[in-house]
């Protein structure tokens, strides 16, 4: 039984001038499988291709647009999301939220409190093990600008 799937970039070198995602999925035995990449994504990453060629997008920026596919693949499957809504926060940084939802978000009308919420915990439970009482911004990957 094959596993969700899963990819990566595979960067230009002195042969590939050009940018690509490839694809696999681990079945039980530890076995990969790589698949062919859908049309769709096939045409985003050539158009990110041509832009990096002509020069027009940085090295550093095909990644990033490069990253947000597989990002978005990910969401699409669920594995990210699933992942972040069975795991739970550090005690500290619990109870850190739980007195910034109070502080701010007891008074405000909410369309779906759920959805704000939710979106809040996902963020906290990205830096965790990490505490927001203790952790430098350089650590938490911020710029301290």
Avoid at 45 to 65: H, M, P, Q
Avoid at 71 to 87: C, F, T
Avoid at 100 to 112: K, Q
Wanted: glycine share 2%; hydrophobic share 35%.
């Amino acid at each position: 039984m094959e596993k969700d799937k899963r990819y990566f970039i595979v960067k230009p070198s002195k042969t590939r001038k050009v940018y690509s995602l490839a694809c696999y999925s681990t079945s039980d035995d530890g076995k990969r499988t790589y698949h062919e990449l859908p049309e769709q994504i096939q045409k985003q990453v050539t158009s990110i291709n041509v832009r990096f060629k002509s020069g027009t997008i940085e090295a550093a920026e095909a990644v990033t647009l490069l990253k947000d596919i597989i990002a978005k693949q990910y969401r699409k499957s669920d594995v990210r999301d699933m992942v972040l809504k069975n795991s739970t926060l550090s005690a500290i940084n619990q109870k850190l939220f739980n007195q910034y939802w109070d502080d701010e978000y007891s008074a405000r009308i909410l369309d779906d409190e759920k959805s704000a919420r939710y979106d809040i915990l996902k963020a906290i439970r990205l830096i965790d093990p990490l505490s927001l009482q203790t952790a430098t911004a350089s650590q938490l990957g911020m710029s301290a600008a």
